[in-house]
């Protein structure tokens, strides 16, 4: 193989020598600048251009690339929430039990996602929404910015009305009328470890979506806030208490360089069956699961599946004090920058399992291939989901081997007080 970095757009020197260093590892990378090269690391700018119909370019059998071609369908914070709501809202036309509700009108099993609306489409059935609970406090979001980057919390309608070109027709204007927002409501209850807000950075590979099949990397870790949550008003514009954002961590006087203020899954696995159970850290962990591989069914009727594409998602997930998680954001190039000398380990690491998947044993590449690698190549990644291997077993499988829950002869929820089943996607 030879890869042409010239062509790449990296976002740091430290990603492009960490991958060039793991292809030169795997003895079939050379570094050059002017030959023909089989394997692209792209930015996803570069893949849109790639997959653009004005360029009239196209791919050989041997050519594959990081990034499906519309990505943003999963990774944009407005469509993600848009295709997950699709998806709801077509599982309860078809009388899923997975679409089944509470006395209160909300999802069972699919409320995974806070409450959320797009701005500014969506202003007066937020403002709707915030007069119900006039004390709640909400998040706001760009939708095409990362790494915490204009973020802001608000607890009155007054703070918007920057935003809003005429306030008494309940207008609202963004800032620029080509950058759209999204307002969720702010889960003011997160689990505190030593008294600090925290969220969860997870690896998910997909090889395919259409057979969905897609692979859960056992190393992911912890991003800690460097300052004490509170939910004090007072404190809704310091970021250091409210976003986890290594970007922003790293410029607080308390972030510690050695350790970056992270942890490892594996310690906060100990750290929950220490104080809260085995049986319902496993439970936790089980449902993060099934909000990853419902994100990934939502989206993929629309994800353009090309045959030579695979992703390497940034799964953000922040887990309450009743030990409920939640989906913040889809993330479709997760930093490859190490902070730490554990995170240029893990990040080396992610990068040569990423790639055994995605071409195995080192081979030369061909997308014609069914991608079910063998057991042995996938390193730290298992198969969180493989949709050939659940389709035999009828419609509401998903549900029925959810550890705790079952769905009963209408679809009603039971509690399962022996050993969990396997879930379909281990």
């Known amino acids: 193989f030879r890869i042409m970095a010239g062509k790449v757009k990296w976002v740091t020197d430290i990603e492009k020598s960490v991958l060039i260093n793991n292809f030169e590892k795997r003895g079939w990378i050379q570094v050059a600048e002017n030959e023909d090269w089989n394997f692209y690391w ?43 709501k699709r998806y709801r809202k077509e599982l309860e036309k078809e009388g899923s039990p997975l679409a089944e509700k509470d006395e209160n009108g909300k999802y069972i099993y699919l409320d995974f996602v806070p409450v959320t609306f797009m701005l500014p489409a ?40 920057k935003w809003s070109r005429d306030s008494k027709t309940s207008s609202f204007v963004s800032q620029s009328s080509k950058e759209a927002y999204v307002i969720s409501l702010y889960i003011n ?56 954002n290594v970007a922003i961590q790293k410029h607080g006087d308390d972030y510690n360089h050695i350790h970056g203020g992270k942890w490892t899954v594996s310690n906060l696995r100990l750290y929950l069956e220490s104080t809260r159970g085995k049986e319902v850290t496993n439970k936790l962990f089980d449902e993060i699961h099934w909000i990853i591989v419902q994100s990934l069914k939502a989206v993929a009727p629309v994800m353009n599946n090309d045959k030579h594409c695979f992703e390497c998602y940034g799964y953000d997930i922040i887990i309450d004090d009743r030990l409920k998680p939640w989906l913040i954001e889809v993330n479709a190039s997760p930093s490859l920058t190490s902070s730490t000398a554990n995170d240029r380990i893990l990040k080396y690491n992610l990068i040569n399992d990423t790639l055994n998947i995605a071409v195995p044993n080192g081979e030369i590449p061909d ?23 659940a389709q035999g077993d009828g419609p509401d499988r998903d549900l029925r081997s959810r550890p705790g829950q079952a769905a009963g002869a209408k679809g009603s929820r039971a509690r399962d007080l022996g050993k969990p089943v396997l879930t379909t996607w281990k």
């Open 42 to 84: 792209m930015s996803v700018q570069t893949i849109r251009n790639v997959f653009s119909v004005e360029t009239g370019y196209r791919l050989s059998d041997d050519q594959i690339v990081n990034h499906f071609p519309n990505h943003y369908e999963l990774t944009r914070k407005d469509l993600m929430v848009k295709n997950i």
């Open 122 to 161: 969506d202003y007066n059935l937020f403002v709707e929404e915030f007069r119900k609970n006039p004390s709640s406090t909400w998040i706001m979001k760009p939708c095409g910015k990362a790494q915490g980057k204009g973020i802001f919390l608000i607890n009155k309608l007054s703070q918007i009305k």
């Open 189 to 244: 209850n997160p689990l505190l470890i030593g008294g600090k807000k925290f969220d969860l950075r997870l690896y998910v590979l997909v090889s395919t979506y259409r057979p969905l099949r897609c692979y859960m990397y056992k190393l992911g870790f912890c991003r800690f806030c460097t300052v004490k949550y509170t939910p004090s008003t007072s404190e809704l514009d310091n970021m250091f208490v409210h976003l986890t």
């Open 367 to 389: 997308c014609k291939w069914n991608k079910s690698p063998p057991k042995e190549v996938l390193g730290n990644y298992e198969v969180l989901y493989d949709e050939e291997m």
